[in-house]
Structure formats: C-alpha cells, structure tokens
C-alpha cells in the first residue's frame, strides 16, 4: 500500500508548496492514477488527500516544495524511516500517480497542462490584462474575486475553465446581481454574502450595502459573467503559462 508516502515526501519542519514543472496531463494518466490512488493510497491519505496532518494532496501541500520527478522517486524509493515501502510501479503508473495529484484529484479526468508561473505572471499583468478587475493579492480591483488563493480553492481544470468559459464556471455567489428596492434605487454589483433575512453587495462603485430583504422589490441574478473568456486570444502556450500562475497563488 502506498500509505503514508507522499505525505512524508521531506521529513522536514514547515510547510512549503509543490512547484509544479511544465507539463501537460493526460486524462488517460489522470483517470489511471485515480484508480492507483484508490487502491493503494486512499486508506491512509483518505479520498480528499487531506487525511494526514500537515499535508493535503488534492491542494499540493506538502512539508517541502517538491517537483514530479521528486514524487515518483519517493513513490519509488519510500521512506523507511516513515515507515513508507518502496514500490515498483512501471514509469506510465509513476506518471498517472503524478497527473492525479497535479490535477487536484479531478476524477473527471479533464487534460490540462501547467506551463511556468513566471511567464504566466507576465500574462496576467500584461496580454491578459487581468489586473484590470483582479488582483493577485487581496480583494479584485474592480468587483472581482479575490485570487489570492485560487491555487488551493480550485482544482487546475476548474481555473482553466473560468479561463475559457467563465459563463459555465461562474459560481452562484458571484454571480452578478441587479436589486431594485422598494424606494425606487436599483443597485448593480457583486454579492458578497446572503442570508434568511439580508444580501450583502459590492456596487459597480465599489461601495458596500447590507440591504435589508423586506426592502427589496425585485431580486434578478445575473447568468453573464463580466469576465470575458479568453479562448482563441491566449496561444496554448500562454494559457499553460498562466494556468501555471494561477495554480500558484495558495494564500499563506
């Protein structure tokens, strides 16, 4: 079994977090490290990889910054001293271990690849004009999403996503919103947060309202995101790039 190995990649203190290469994922290799994980892992690191202390698989933490090739020779090797064995997996099942734990446990198995962080940096700043609504730390600049952590709240296939098909991937809280109230006032932004009883919003001004829901007269949400999508306006190379980047960003 492959208990306790890839949560012990370093014996070392602290918390760091995986640098990924630039590679490309198969869905093949995904769903077939799926099935590995299934049966060799999931007893001891649980089906979220979260299951031992101070390591999350899913969310590429570990307790040092480790590389593919890293895992697979730990995967390989083991780690007696953690009481981890060694295994003899074929290369191709090395390979399906890594793209299902790069892939954030997507048993969809949807392909994707991460390019380099730096170049995807120079993207998001840059052609991609992503500071224009976000900003990588912090609240967005303009009524968008904080992606201070985007790396470890989404899974990769589900930054792509938002990338070239933010109208599918648009979650319900931000979605946009349109309040008319009772006194005549309509109020356009973000929802921030909603309750029983009151929405919380961010109009286009940036300024913030707790609005009352007996004040309200009419409540529409939006089905458009103000994102636009990036398909066909990024190279490949440049969507591995920034995908790269994006995955990066874990918080603290």
Same mark, same amino acid.
């Given at each position: 079994m492959? @208990?306790?190995?890839?949560?012990? +990649?370093?014996? $070392?203190?602290?918390?760091?977090i995986?640098?990924v290469?630039?590679h490309?994922?198969s869905?093949?290799?995904i769903?077939?490290?799926?099935?590995i /994980?299934?049966a060799? @892992?999931?007893?001891c690191? *649980?089906?979220?990889g979260?299951?031992i202390a *101070?390591?999350?698989? %899913?969310r590429?933490r570990?307790?040092? $910054?480790v590389?593919?090739?890293?895992?697979?020779?730990t $995967?390989?090797?083991g780690i &007696?001293?953690?009481?981890?064995?060694a295994?003899?997996?074929?290369?191709?099942e090395?390979?399906s271990i &890594?793209?299902f734990i790069?892939s954030?446990f997507?048993?969809?198995?949807t392909?994707?690849?991460?390019g380099d962080?730096a170049? *995807?940096k120079? $993207?998001?700043e840059g052609?991609?004009? @992503?500071?224009? @609504?976000?900003a990588?730390q912090?609240e *967005?600049r303009?009524n968008?999403?904080?992606l201070?952590?985007v790396?470890a709240?989404?899974q990769?296939?589900?930054?792509q996503r938002y990338i070239l098909?933010? !109208?599918?991937?648009?979650l319900?809280?931000?979605?946009?919103v349109?309040?008319? +109230?009772?006194?005549?006032r309509t109020?356009?932004g973000?929802?921030l !947060?909603?309750?029983?009883y009151? &929405?919380? +919003?961010?109009?286009e001004?940036?300024?913030?309202?707790?609005?009352?829901k007996?004040?309200?007269?009419s409540?529409e949400l939006?089905?458009? %995101?103000n994102?636009?999508s /990036?398909?066909g306006k +990024?190279?490949?190379t440049?969507?591995?790039?920034?995908?790269? /980047?994006l995955t990066?960003?874990k918080?603290?």
């Amino acid at each position: 079994m492959l @208990c306790g190995g890839l949560a012990v +990649l370093a014996a $070392v203190s602290g918390r760091a977090i995986a640098q990924v290469e630039d590679h490309g994922y198969s869905a093949a290799d995904i769903q077939a490290g799926f099935k590995i /994980y299934s049966a060799q @892992c999931q007893l001891c690191h *649980g089906p979220n990889g979260d299951q031992i202390a *101070g390591i999350n698989l %899913s969310r590429q933490r570990f307790k040092r $910054v480790v590389s593919d090739d890293d895992i697979k020779a730990t $995967v390989s090797s083991g780690i &007696v001293s953690a009481g981890m064995p060694a295994f003899r997996f074929q290369p191709a099942e090395l390979n399906s271990i &890594v793209a299902f734990i790069r892939s954030g446990f997507d048993t969809s198995g949807t392909p994707f690849k991460l390019g380099d962080a730096a170049r *995807g940096k120079a $993207v998001f700043e840059g052609k991609g004009g @992503c500071t224009a @609504c976000h900003a990588p730390q912090g609240e *967005g600049r303009f009524n968008a999403p904080s992606l201070s952590a985007v790396g470890a709240a989404r899974q990769p296939v589900e930054i792509q996503r938002y990338i070239l098909e933010p !109208n599918k991937a648009m979650l319900p809280l931000n979605r946009p919103v349109s309040i008319t +109230l009772k006194d005549g006032r309509t109020l356009k932004g973000r929802r921030l !947060n909603e309750d029983s009883y009151s &929405v919380q +919003l961010r109009d286009e001004t940036l300024r913030l309202h707790s609005i009352a829901k007996a004040d309200i007269k009419s409540y529409e949400l939006g089905k458009t %995101s103000n994102m636009p999508s /990036y398909a066909g306006k +990024l190279s490949d190379t440049e969507l591995a790039d920034l995908l790269g /980047y994006l995955t990066s960003l874990k918080g603290s």
